[in-house]
């Protein structure tokens, strides 16, 4: 999805000094172990973590799962939709990334940026190998675990040989699960949906398709960010930080050709809102409204893409017709 500020449907990059893994890796079930966890974790779910590697310590070589806290939420399962704290070193001490870490730009005491992604055994963001994301499931919305082992047993083909890791390396991550949602891939807003205002696109959503958006001929593109709810929901309101749960499409004013959908990607998914994960015009546009909405958004360059001149869409003004479905 072109949303994200860099590549194609990937969570933005967390404050981290290297680029560990670079391609789909495989995955086992994520509990075994050829000994068990080493290191010592230290702090509650919900702080930052203070994590401790005996001197001596050696990784297993395979992945090691442990539950440091047990939650009193739902419990997490294969498919949903996640939204995770998350802190990860080497055992010799190397800052592999941090959602603790504040990101350039962010406001004292505002939300973190965290991972928002679906639990998976497949590569789905660059944060969290397969295996520490697929150990989130089994665990309790509230819970603290942690996951570690060699490079190879956590990584394996998938390692970047520019990290400066090498396989027989220990790796750890200290996770917590913020929330969890299950969500209805074809769900969208239902409603009776408002004529688009003078000037504006107007927006016809089939059922499991992608949105058709007509971009009204001969009309110049607006040069600041425009928006209108055309349905109502009635659900609770979106907040900065949330992950918000989207059916999205995606069209260019200067020809109304599509350049994305989540249709096109197996259904509705979700991102962090109002934490600079995504374009700048949807964290304007959608911090405030509500789930069951469906608004329109027309986002100029220089809220869209236009601080990046080699993307593809720095120059367009992008039209979205975007459902909030829900909030993780």
């Known amino acids: 999805m072109n949303l994200t500020k860099n590549t194609r449907r990937a969570a933005v990059a967390l404050t981290v000094p290297i680029l560990l893994f670079t391609a789909a ?4 079930d994520g509990k075994g172990a050829s000994g068990g966890a080493v290191v010592k974790v230290e702090g509650k779910a919900g702080e930052k973590p203070k994590i401790t590697v005996p001197k001596g310590a050696k990784p297993s070589d395979k992945a090691v799962t442990k539950t440091l806290a047990e939650g009193k939420g739902a419990t997490v399962k294969k498919g949903d939709l996640v939204r995770l704290d998350f802190s990860a070193q080497s055992m010799k001490g190397q800052n592999l990334g941090s959602s603790w ?3 350039p730009g962010s406001k004292p005491g505002g939300p973190r940026t965290q991972v928002v992604t679906e639990v998976t055994d497949q590569m789905t963001q660059q944060m969290l190998p397969p ?3 697929s150990a989130a499931a089994g665990q309790k919305v509230g819970s603290r675990f942690e996951v570690e082992g060699t490079a190879k047993a956590l990584i394996g083909a998938g390692l970047n040989p520019q990290a400066g890791i090498k396989p027989e390396d220990g790796l750890v991550w200290v996770v917590d699960v913020v929330g969890a949602k299950k969500v209805d891939k074809k769900a969208k807003a239902e ?3 408002a ?3 003078d000037g504006l696109p107007k927006v016809t959503a089939p059922d499991g398709k992608a949105a058709k958006i007509e971009v009204p001929k001969g009309e110049k593109a607006p040069k600041g960010l425009k928006e209108q709810v055309l349905i109502e929901g009635k659900g609770p309101e979106v ?3 949330d992950g918000l749960i989207a059916q999205y499409t995606g069209v260019k004013w200067e020809d109304g050709k ?5 249709w096109d990607h197996g259904g509705a998914t979700a991102f962090q809102i109002g934490t600079g994960q995504v374009v700048q015009g949807w964290d304007k546009a959608l911090v405030g409204k509500h789930v069951g909405d469906r608004v329109e958004i ?3 360059p220089k809220l869209g893409y236009g601080a990046s001149p080699q993307h593809e869409l720095a120059k367009n003004t992008l039209v979205f017709s975007v459902d909030i479905v829900g909030t993780v």
């Open 25 to 28: 890796c495989g995955s086992d």
């Open 101 to 103: 870490t504040p990101q």
């Open 131 to 133: 295996k520490v994301l």
């Open 191 to 193: 409603g009776e949906q």
């Open 195 to 197: 004529e688009p205002e």
């Open 239 to 241: 907040k900065a930080g």
């Open 258 to 262: 599509k350049f994305d959908s989540s």
């Open 298 to 300: 027309v986002i100029p």
